[in-house]
């Protein structure tokens, strides 16, 4: 058995053994005995054979099993595998060379290039994913390109992954709000995500602003250039 559980939280398990006479029963991790008594979060009540472990840690990781024994002999448990989780953190999100972004918006003019950057933290290493009005955003590879960058490790078990988002020749229709999606997990991922959402709006480029035209001629847009009316 595999459990995956968040650092953090809590951890309870049950172990039932029944012998006459009446068994005792201890808690094994890997090899060792679990001392009870060196941590203050693992409590043994051992009158029904549970294990509680709050707080998880990352140093709780590993595999666990109980032993029923009495003065006839004992018995083991199959052991179980615990994975703790640590959230993703979503550390950074910002475009790349232009940090301007106002109460998660982001607003750009229709032809411009925008390029987003995502980076998230967790245990273990998050995958990423662009999502679009809340639909998975896959790219299309020449206007609009999803990549990522070279995974890391802090050195203390936490690893990171980069994913980047770059538009150009920014439409009007690209206007949408836009979400990175981080999930962290050993078996079931969606046990940890984080999420971190933004709008881009997209203004209609204007060929007439600044006003191209000499001798206070007034513009006149068109699709792809001007007029000048004197």
């Known amino acids: 058995e595999i459990r995956d559980v968040v650092e953090g939280e809590v951890l309870t398990v049950e172990c039932q053994a ?20 060196t941590s203050e979060s693992v409590q043994d009540r051992v009158a029904i054979g549970r294990l509680m472990i709050s707080n998880l840690s990352l140093s709780d990781a590993g595999e666990y099993s109980c032993v029923a024994m009495n003065e006839i002999g004992n018995t083991s448990s199959p052991t179980f595998t615990v994975n ?43 995958s990423l994913q662009w999502l679009r009005n809340e639909a998975i955003l896959q790219g299309d590879e020449t206007r ?8 890391s490790d ?18 009007l229709s690209d206007a949408a709000q836009y979400s990175c999606r981080a999930v962290s997990g050993f078996v079931a991922p969606i046990i940890g995500q984080n999420v ?31 007029t000048c009316m004197c």
Do not use: Y
Request: proline share 8%; charged share 20%; aromatic share 6%.
């Open 196 to 226: 971190w959402e933004f709008d881009i709006s997209v203004k209609a480029f204007n060929n007439c602003n600044p006003n191209p035209c000499q001798n206070g001629g007034s513009c006149l847009d068109g699709i792809d250039d001007f």
């Open 144 to 151: 609009v390109i999803v990549t990522s960058s070279p995974d």
């Open 18 to 37: 029944i012998s006459n006479p009446p068994p005792s029963i201890i808690w094994m991790k890997e090899s060792s005995i679990l001392n009870i008594g």
């Open 84 to 126: 703790i989780v640590v959230r993703p953190t979503i550390s950074v999100i910002r475009e790349a060379f232009d940090t301007v972004f106002h109460d998660g918006q982001l607003e750009r003019e229709e032809g411009s290039t925008i390029t987003l950057q995502c980076t998230a933290s967790g245990v273990p290493q998050p």
């Open 154 to 171: 802090n050195g203390e078990g936490i690893l990171s992954r980069t994913t980047s988002l770059h538009f150009t020749r920014l439409q």
